[in-house]
């Protein structure tokens, strides 16, 4: 069941693609820039399969706004589902965890996708 909420997710995650910030730093070559895709829709994949399995987290952004997701567990969510990610990700979770720009960037980002999510 898991994996068809994950499929439904990403699915809106191609739609957002278009407005979603570069929250990772891209290789300067083409195949380094297709390992850097893969990895990153990997790691997002990772990070919204987590927070699906949160009921709190989906609760409160089920029926709250962003601002107010943002001021309960939502903010932690993310930061332990990056956290939790495997260590073929830490280059990654370095740049968020060490820039609180990308890291709000990229929790408004899993905000909009998991709030358009209505199992």
């Given at each position: 069941m898991s994996h068809y909420h994950l499929s439904k997710i990403l699915q809106q995650d191609n739609q957002l693609k278009e407005d979603a910030p570069d929250?990772?730093?891209e290789p300067s070559?083409?195949?380094g820039t297709a390992k850097a895709k893969?990895?990153?829709e990997e790691s997002l994949s990772h990070i919204l399969d987590k927070l699906t399995e949160n009921e709190a987290v989906m609760s409160q952004i089920a029926n709250n706004t962003r601002e107010q997701a943002?001021?309960?567990d939502f903010p932690q969510a993310i930061d332990d589902a990056i956290l939790g990610s495997n260590?073929?990700?830490q280059e990654q979770m370095?740049?968020?965890l060490s820039d609180p720009t990308k890291t709000q960037q990229f929790a408004r980002?899993?905000?909009d996708m998991l709030s358009g999510y209505r199992g």
């Open positions: 929250y990772q730093l070559t083409d195949i893969d990895k990153k943002m001021l309960g260590e073929a990700h370095m740049q968020l980002v899993i905000f």
